[in-house]
């Protein structure tokens, strides 16, 4: 990938369309516009019709193109952009026209966007939240990845750095001129009662609920109960369709089964999980441990219990309100009502499911709502994130049993380290494999 080479790719979606968009970035741009525009390069940034032709001169297509001039573009090079008519024989004269010239070639996915990167356009957190725009599904990942994309996680992690580097700075000066001043334990106050509001602004990020990942990544509910009780026929309903197989007999679902909705405005994954009981039975055990795990793991529990077979008090929910929900089901054989529950549906003829769906939307929409920017949107940034908290509480503590004032200057550095690579500034080579490999050609 070398970055003297001049890229192209088609920027839009699949063909046919009504219009396609050849993007083409690098040093050739200038070649290109006196080779394959007929009247040359139009003036910069301003749409101009045009005709495309290739090298032999024929014609390619009539359409519009638009110059961007380094460095004012995406990628910060010199950039052209041709709207052509969006059939498949246009778009691929057009990409064999192009790549037929010295120097230029189709690029790799998301080489654009890598471009824009190294060219200091946008920072690391900004590229991921372009992927994350371009793959955005509902509104609510489209309004976090455009925060992103914007500069919302960059403004917080920079933020964090220039702390820590103040910080850095201050210790640093202690380890220089140990002697000066007052060098009583009150030297250090200042950076300890800032590492303190740093390291609760920090664990405050990192303790979100996972919000920022589960608006991009998708909400879990989990459906748990005995056997029988109907989680299959609720997670059918849920679905609209036969997704889980549903008998009359106990011990029916054996895995995990899961299905994508989305409620409330956010995408969310609704599993059915094997009934609970005590078993010998080596696959239903190895079923009911998946079970667990997975309600361990949701923002949602529904405890499904079995209408027909109604226990006298409520059953106790290890998660309390707003994660674990008491459902009755089976409603239609029901011989009392129990006040204790928090729904009672019939997932079989679907009397009470308005008011549930209504219900976990409202609850999903709560959770999405629950921090208004979350920091952190990707496991890249909660484990890095991670880090730099281990390495402030580290730093603290150096701070606190007097070790060093080169410790806790160390440890700052650590931080400041990792706050730099989630911003892509530095150690970033494999993380940036990793974030562009993932885009689409073109973008
Ligand atoms: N009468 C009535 N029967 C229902 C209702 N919902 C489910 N059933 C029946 O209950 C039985 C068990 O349903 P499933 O959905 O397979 O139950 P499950 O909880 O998934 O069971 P396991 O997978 O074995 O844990 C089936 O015969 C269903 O038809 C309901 O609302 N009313
Ligand atoms: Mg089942």
């Known amino acids: 990938m070398g970055a003297q080479d001049t890229i192209c790719a088609l920027a839009s979606g699949t063909l046919p369309s009504a219009l396609a968009v050849v993007r083409v970035s690098g040093p050739a741009v200038y070649a290109i516009g006196a080779q394959l525009l007929a009247e040359g390069l139009p003036p910069a940034r301003r749409g ?18 638009l110059f961007f001039p380094a460095p004012n573009s995406y990628t910060g090079e010199d950039t052209l952009e041709l709207f052509l008519h969006g059939g498949p024989a246009v778009v691929e004269h057009a990409l064999r026209a192009l790549t037929d010239l010295e120097g230029v070639r ?11 990167f190294e060219a200091g356009k946008l920072d690391l957190t900004q590229a991921e939240g372009v992927a994350d725009l371009i793959e955005a599904e509902t509104l609510g990942q489209k309004s976090q990845a455009l925060r992103q994309l914007t500069g919302g996680l960059s403004d917080i992690y920079a933020g964090w750095r220039d702390e820590l580097m103040y910080l850095l700075a201050l210790v640093e000066v202690m380890v220089d001129f140990p002697d000066e001043g007052d060098v009583s334990a009150d030297a250090d106050a200042p950076v300890r009662d800032r590492l303190d509001a740093l390291i609760r602004e920090v664990t405050a990020a990192l303790g979100e609920g996972w919000v920022g990942e ?30 889980a197989i549903v008998t009359s007999k106990p011990g029916t679902t054996r895995d995990v089964i899961e ?15 094997a009934g609970l009981r005590e078993t010998e039975d080596e696959i239903e055990a190895e079923g009911i441990r998946r079970a667990k795990m997975t309600a ?56 009470g499911m308005d008011r549930l769906e209504a219900d976990l939307e409202a609850r999903i929409r709560s959770f999405a709502g629950s921090v208004e920017a979350p920091a952190i949107t990707r496991a890249r940034h909660r484990e890095k994130l991670g880090r730099g908290l281990a390495a402030l509480t580290s730093a603290r503590d150096a701070l606190a049993s007097g070790l060093g004032h080169e410790l806790v200057a160390e440890d700052l550095r650590l931080a400041i380290r990792e706050t730099q690579s989630i911003l892509g500034q530095i150690g970033v080579e494999d993380i940036l494999g990793a974030v562009f490999s993932r885009f689409c050609i073109g973008k």
Request: a negative charge.
């Open 106 to 116: 189709l690029a790799e996915p998301g080489e654009f966007t890598r471009r824009a």
């Open 259 to 273: 299905i994508r909705r989305v409620l409330g405005g956010q995408v969310v994954w609704i599993a059915d999980t």
């Open 214 to 243: 589960r608006i991009r990544d998708g909400f879990r509910i989990a459906i748990i109960g005995a056997p029988n009780a109907g989680k299959s026929t609720l997670l059918n309903r849920l679905a609209g369709r036969e997704a």
């Open 296 to 351: 361990d793991d949701a923002d949602l529990c529904l405890l499904l219990i079995d209408g027909s077979d109604l226990p006298s008090a409520p059953p106790p929910l290890p998660w309390p309100d707003p994660k674990g929900m008491v459902v009755v089901n089976k409603a239609d054989v029901l011989a009392e009502t129990p006040g204790w529950a928090s729904h009672i549906i019939s997932a079989k003829d679907g009397s």
């Open 48 to 65: 101009t019709l045009a005709k495309f032709q290739d090298a032999d001169g024929n014609l390619i297509d009539e359409g519009i193109v």
